[in-house]
């Protein structure tokens, strides 16, 4: 019995050693496991220190974000993600509350969007031109019109081809009003409306010898021009605006509204105005600030 005793005695202290062994291992591997999850805690809130920005494919194409955003980062710490559509789809994007803020180039559209309730505040960033481009040959004669309505009657008159982005981006938007105050309903197989962004719509005109609207930014970046140049400029009616706005809090509560009024924000001051104003292509300024 004795025996029998001293066995299960020696069982219990070597039991409650183990136990003890492994209470510590578990509160080491508890304590690391902590610090593996709070470091994954803290990585996971860096990397989300980024906003989603729908905007225009001018902006995008141009090569602006790609030298801006850079420094705004370095500001901030916050990334930029861009989804560069055309402005009607900017529009769709943020109204599906699938965009933290929103810069495009359609003030009349920008303003109706803060009337409906989907953003809260809309301000001038920046502005640029449309250029009215062709064939050098010029068939309709656009270089001698005296205003771009002039143009555009021009163009319908003489039924020279036209590629049209038809996508509804702020381009398209733009080109569609001087079509309704030249008195002109664009449509005919000399009318094309592609359904595409700046640049391909630039190589469909190529590729066309046809007249196309385009901003002066995506114009200057554009690599392909083959038989195609500026015909038409300068007119006051081809001022193209762009504004930023602050999507409404109580529409889209999951947004992350505080990163986005720091990009809004950034892009008025002082140092994203110059930021703008300082980008260059081909020894162009393609945008000028403007804010106010």
């Keep these: 019995m004795q025996g029998s005793t001293r066995s299960f005695s020696l069982s219990r202290k070597v039991a409650g050693v183990s136990a003890a062994l492994l209470c510590g291992v578990g509160l080491s591997w508890g304590a690391v496991a902590q610090e593996d999850n709070a470091q994954q805690d803290n990585a996971q809130e860096k990397d989300g220190q980024f906003i989603t920005l729908a905007s225009t494919t001018s902006t995008e194409h141009s090569g602006l974000f790609d030298s801006i955003i850079p420094k705004f980062h370095d500001a901030t710490d916050i990334d ?19 965009a933290d803020s929103l810069l495009v180039h359609d003030t009349a559209g920008e303003k ?98 046809a007249y196309v ?49 720091q990009w809004h924000q950034w892009l008025l001051s002082e140092e994203g105005q110059q930021a703008i104003a300082d980008y260059e292509l081909n020894g162009q300024q393609l945008f000028f600030p403007n804010a106010k």
Excluded: C
């Design 112 to 209: 109706k969007f803060v009337d409906n309730g989907y953003a809260t505040q809309r301000d001038d960033v920046m502005y640029n031109d449309f250029v009215l481009v062709g064939p050098k040959d010029d068939p309709a004669n656009v270089s001698e019109a005296d205003s771009a309505v002039d143009a555009f009657s021009r163009i319908a008159e003489a039924e020279a081809p036209f590629a049209s982005r038809g996508d509804d981006s702020g381009t398209n938007r733009a080109e569609l009003r001087l079509w309704e105050d030249a008195g002109v309903e664009a449509e005919g197989e000399w009318y094309r409306e592609l359904g595409s962004g700046m640049g391909p719509t630039l190589n469909t005109a190529a590729g066309m010898d």
């Design 80 to 98: 930029v993600h861009v989804v560069a559509v055309g402005t009607g789809q900017a529009f769709e994007i943020a109204r599906r509350g699938d």
């Design 213 to 261: 609207m385009s901003d002066r930014a995506t114009w200057v970046s554009f690599k392909n021009p083959q038989n195609l140049e500026i015909l038409f400029e300068g007119d006051d009616v081809l001022f193209n605006q762009y504004g930023s706005l602050l999507l409404s809090e109580e529409k889209f509560p999951h947004l992350k509204h505080d990163l986005a009024k």
